[in-house]
C-alpha cells in the first residue's frame, strides 16, 4: 500500500523469494499498490469498487504439493480513501459496499481481503463492512495492535487500521504484528489454513 517508484526499487531484492508480483506505483499520491507472492497467481486485475483509486483483485493458487492440495483462491488487496472528511468517509463506505455487493455475488472461492482499510475493528462501519461481506477479522480475540503510525507515538496515539480479513473456509492459526520496516505503518501477518473441502464455496 501506498506505493511509489522508490519503494518498488527499494523492494526489488522480494523478487527473488516471490516470484509472483506486480506493481501499480503511484508518484503523485499514496494509493500506489503491489503484491508479492510464492504462489501462482492466475489472474492480477485492478478493481475501482465505485472509486478511482485502484484496489488489487487476484486469484491465487495453493500448489500441488501443499497439504490443502491445489487449491485457488481470492485475495483483495484494499486501501480506501481516509476518512479526513465526509465526502472521503463516504467513498471509503462506498468501496466497503461495492465489495460486499461483489462477494456475495461471486461466492466460488475463498477470500482474504487485507491492507490499510483506513477504519477501526471496532467502527461500526467496519464491523458492518465485514458483516454484509461475509468476512472475519483474523484479529477478534487478540490483542488490538495499533498498526498507524508506526513508531513511538503509536504506543499511546495509534491505531489499528491495518487488517485481514477472511471468509468461511480459512482457520486462522495465528495474527501478529511485524517489526517497524521504515514505513508509517507496521506490517500485519497472518498464518492462514485453507481448510475448505475441494468443490465447496465459501458461506
Do not use: K
Amino acid at each position: 500500500m501506498e506505493l511509489d517508484s522508490r519503494w518498488v526499487a527499494a523492494l526489488q531484492p522480494l523478487a527473488e523469494h516471490y516470484p509472483f508480483h506486480q506493481t501499480w506505483p503511484d508518484d503523485s499520491g499514496n494509493f500506489g499498490i503491489g503484491v508479492w507472492s510464492r504462489l501462482p497467481v492466475d489472474r492480477w486485475a485492478l478493481e475501482g469498487f465505485g472509486e478511482s483509486s485502484a484496489q488489487v483483485d487476484v486469484v491465487a493458487r495453493l500448489p500441488v504439493g501443499s497439504p490443502e492440495g491445489e487449491r485457488p483462491f481470492r485475495f483483495l488487496g484494499l486501501h480506501p480513501a481516509p476518512p479526513v472528511s465526509a465526502d472521503y468517509t463516504a467513498r471509503r463506505n462506498r468501496v466497503y459496499g461495492e465489495v460486499a455487493a461483489r462477494l456475495a455475488a461471486e461466492p466460488e472461492l475463498p477470500v482474504v481481503v487485507a491492507g490499510d482499510s483506513n477504519n477501526t475493528r471496532f467502527a461500526p462501519s467496519f464491523l458492518r463492512f465485514c458483516q454484509q461481506a461475509g468476512l472475519y477479522d483474523t484479529a477478534h480475540g487478540r490483542m488490538a495492535w495499533r498498526t498507524w503510525p508506526a513508531g513511538a507515538p503509536s504506543a499511546i496515539l495509534g491505531v489499528q487500521i491495518d487488517h485481514v480479513l477472511v471468509s468461511g473456509g480459512w482457520r486462522v492459526c495465528d495474527f501478529r504484528r511485524g517489526p517497524d520496516i521504515g514505513s508509517d505503518h507496521y506490517p500485519v501477518i497472518a498464518d492462514l489454513w485453507l481448510i475448505l473441502p475441494a468443490g465447496q464455496a465459501s458461506p
